[in-house]
């Protein structure tokens, strides 16, 4: 069975300072692996991927995530907050036959000023 | 931005009314899916898409129908509104081919069924 798991609900974080949003998974076969971000009244939108290659995956606005195949995690992170990163964040695997998205519970993150 | 397009955005409705989400996409894509969501809260998969004419139900039970006649077109129909259905419904897409395509979401559309 395919699922993630965001174990905080809410990541308080000073403006300036690095923040980190965890998701950890449990997945049949090879993880494919996604970051979203989503803002009040608003859709989900795409941050970052990771497939195969490099465990450190780049994204917009200066995210990064840190896949650990030991640990099963995937760890959303950014080095320097800013309040406009406050918003939704949900961490989502891609399930073995690709045809379903299972997405965590979400975090809420909240930096400020 | 996606383009991958929801509308009406926010619906006020009457219990008992009969409405129908539209979601449409131009980006070819085969694959499309409706969530419902509450405020805040964890997205819940209500019906998925293959492509034309291919339609399942998602994890989370619904009473709402979809349809997919044309690739770009895949809108759900509630036949009976009640306040249980007041929620925001999210439509998505990805390509079908490749494992590692991401999916593109709508802006939601925000039911309310007084």
């Known amino acids: 069975a395919q699922s993630v798991a965001q174990p905080e609900d809410q990541v308080n974080v000073a403006e300036g300072n690095p923040l980190t949003v965890k998701c950890t998974y449990s997945v049949s076969g090879n993880p494919y692996l996604f970051w979203y971000v989503q803002y009040p009244n608003r859709g989900l939108q795409f941050l970052l991927k990771y497939i195969t290659g490099d465990n450190l995956v780049k994204g917009s606005y200066g995210f990064e995530a840190e896949f650990n195949k030991s640990q099963t995690s995937f760890h959303l992170k950014k080095p320097s907050a800013l309040v406009s990163d406050s918003a939704l964040y949900f961490c989502a695997v891609r399930s073995y036959n690709f045809n379903k998205f299972y997405f965590g519970s979400g975090t809420k993150l909240n930096v400020k000023p | 931005e996606a383009d991958i397009y929801q509308t009406p955005r926010y619906l006020v409705i009457g219990t008992g009314k009969k409405i129908t989400l539209e979601c449409s996409q131009t980006m070819g894509h085969d694959k499309m899916y409706w969530y419902q969501q509450d405020p805040g809260m964890e997205l819940h998969l209500i019906h998925y898409s293959y492509g034309v004419n291919s339609t399942e139900k998602g994890d989370l039970s619904s009473e709402s129908t979809v349809s997919r006649i044309r690739t770009e077109h895949f809108p759900l129909t509630l036949e009976s509104a009640r306040p249980s259905h007041t929620s925001q419904y999210l439509c998505?897409?990805?390509?079908?081919?490749?494992?590692?395509?991401?999916?593109?979401f709508g802006p939601g559309t925000r039911l309310t069924v007084l």
């Open positions: 998505a897409s990805t390509l079908a081919q490749g494992s590692d395509n991401e999916q593109f």
